[in-house]
């Protein structure tokens, strides 16, 4: 009897705190995984880890692309044109374990860079919940949402996030740092809020 009365005033608790609607998830099944070039969509991967946990996966290939800008952009252009899926050097193990994976990435060419493409068909998020989150040099997520949600047709999609980073071909790299960081961190709690993945 006790416990049915304690069970029921729980209930009530949480009805009017809105609590029924959060999604209350163990670190232990939230994967991060993130490309980064120029450390700012690291920076919001490591603000996603501090406000949730969880295991943080930085994408890595077993070639990297070369350190310079146009090189860089030259060679994505042709893989992106040809379907080409670069080979990552990053392995996971048992994400099966995994019940939330957020995905980040910086916009390249206004799509979704093909590491990311790598990783989504590497891994089969079937079943899960798929969270997805960018920087960009101004010009928004482009394509990239769209990608990641053709590529996970058998899972949940959140709402992703999108902010503004730096701008390599401008000379611009790790902008989201100091006060920047600040204000940045700010945006990810809200809508982490409003995905309700956090109270």
């Not at 994967?31 to 943080?56: C, M, P, Q």
């Not at 392995?91 to 590491?115: A, C, E, H, R």
Request: proline residues 5%.
């Amino acid at each position: 009897m006790k416990n049915a009365i304690f069970l029921s005033i729980i209930i009530a608790l949480c009805t009017s705190s809105g609590c029924t609607n959060a999604q209350f998830i163990s670190p232990t099944k939230i994967l991060i995984v993130y490309l980064s070039r120029t450390n700012n969509t690291k920076a919001i991967a490591e603000i996603i880890h501090k406000n949730v946990g969880g295991t943080l996966v930085a994408v890595e290939l077993e070639k990297p692309y070369p350190e310079n800008y146009g090189a860089t952009v030259q060679q994505v252009v042709k893989e992106n044109e040809t379907g080409y899926l670069p080979s990552l050097k990053t392995k996971i193990d048992s994400i099966q374990n995994y019940d939330v994976v957020f995905v980040g990435f910086p916009t390249w060419g206004m799509k979704l860079p093909p590491p990311m493409k790598s990783f989504l068909h590497q891994y089969d998020l079937k079943g899960k919940t798929v969270i997805p989150f960018n920087t960009n040099a101004g010009y928004g997520e482009g394509s990239s949402f769209l990608t990641v949600k053709e590529l996970c047709p058998n899972s949940k999609l959140l709402e992703g996030f999108t902010v503004k980073g730096g701008a390599e071909r401008d000379g611009q790299y790790l902008v989201i740092k100091d006060e920047k960081a600040k204000e940045a961190e700010a945006e990810v709690k809200k809508w982490l809020r409003k995905i309700k993945v956090m109270e």
